[in-house]
């Protein structure tokens, strides 16, 4: 017998790509961004809304991440940032803490298999933060995805994970001075390497290899930026939509993106402000 369910499923699922080329064509016509970055805040609260299992609000969450991941890669940003645990989030109740590092573990192992969007978009990812924190499983596990995907580079996804902007600037501190104390060891004219400097830090910062982000996205309407990528958002869209981060869809991607042009023109201005002054 025809199977007309799996038939209805399969045209619906054309249906909805197509009508997100359309307007990711027309969003197309005016600038995209190179890098975009989530705060994924929320998850708790779906559960309770929901009445779900606890945990069920991260697993939720992890499902919308990887709808949000496609549509930002099918629209042309090549940068993506997850704020996936903060160093603060370690204070949580102990059993929290346990649930959401196997559920991370687990998922590092799912994206790794030939079906997901790290092979569709050719994903490289990067693990950002003090990575000594986390457990040796989900370190080892962490270490073997940044292996794994290293020779990606259509797309980059950075997940922060035992993160907070303060100690990643204070760890590319350190690095530099590292780095200058050895030099003026070496050297009999040593007046430059007296200095920190800016780009001194942001050679050692852990996302180097990127744009600062365009945008920054909080859900669940919370405006604050709880220690996260405070270096590199000077210059950068906060957009703060209500919905929890399990609810998160294709419209706050693309009223995040028709926010950041409106405003393209200015943030452009301050940007090449900024390049005069390094
Ligand atoms: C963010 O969602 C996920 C993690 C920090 C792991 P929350 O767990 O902060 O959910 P709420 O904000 O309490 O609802
Ligand atoms: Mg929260």
Redesign the pocket.
């Known amino acids: 017998m025809a199977d007309y369910g799996g038939m209805i499923r399969n045209w619906f699922v054309s249906l909805c790509y197509i009508m997100r080329s359309l307007i990711f064509r027309i969003l197309s016509v005016g600038p995209i961004p190179n890098h975009i970055a989530f705060i994924?805040?929320?998850?708790?609260?779906?559960s309770k809304k929901h009445n779900l299992g606890q945990g069920d609000?991260?697993k939720a969450?992890f499902i919308a991440l990887m709808s949000l991941l496609k549509y930002c890669y099918e629209l042309g940003i090549k940068y993506v940032t997850i704020f996936?645990?903060?160093i603060d989030?370690f204070r949580r109740h102990p059993a929290e803490v346990q649930y959401?590092m196997d559920l991370m573990q687990d998922k590092m192992e799912i994206l790794l298999k030939e079906t997901t969007i790290v092979h569709d978009y050719g994903v490289r990812i990067h693990f950002v933060g003090d990575l000594k924190l986390l457990p040796t499983p989900v370190r080892l596990a962490a270490e073997k995805v940044m292996r794994a995907t290293a020779n990606n580079n259509r797309t980059v996804l950075f997940v922060c994970v035992a993160y907070t902007s303060l100690n990643q600037i204070i760890r590319a501190v350190e690095e530099a001075c590292h780095e200058k104390i050895i030099k003026i060891d070496d050297c009999i004219n040593y007046k430059d390497e007296e200095v920190i400097m800016e780009v001194d830090i942001e050679k050692y910062a852990d996302m180097a290899v990127a744009p600062d982000p365009d945008i920054l996205v909080r859900s669940?309407g919370e405006t604050r930026l709880s220690n996260f990528l405070l270096w590199q958002t000077s210059n950068c869209m906060l957009y703060s939509p209500k919905a929890?981060?399990p609810e998160m869809s294709l419209k706050h991607i693309v009223w995040a993106v028709l926010d950041y042009q409106r405003h393209y023109l200015f943030l452009e201005k301050q940007r090449k402000k900024k390049m005069k002054q390094l």
């Open positions: 994924m805040d929320g998850n708790r609260r779906y609000g991260h969450g996936a645990f903060s989030n959401v669940s929890l981060w």
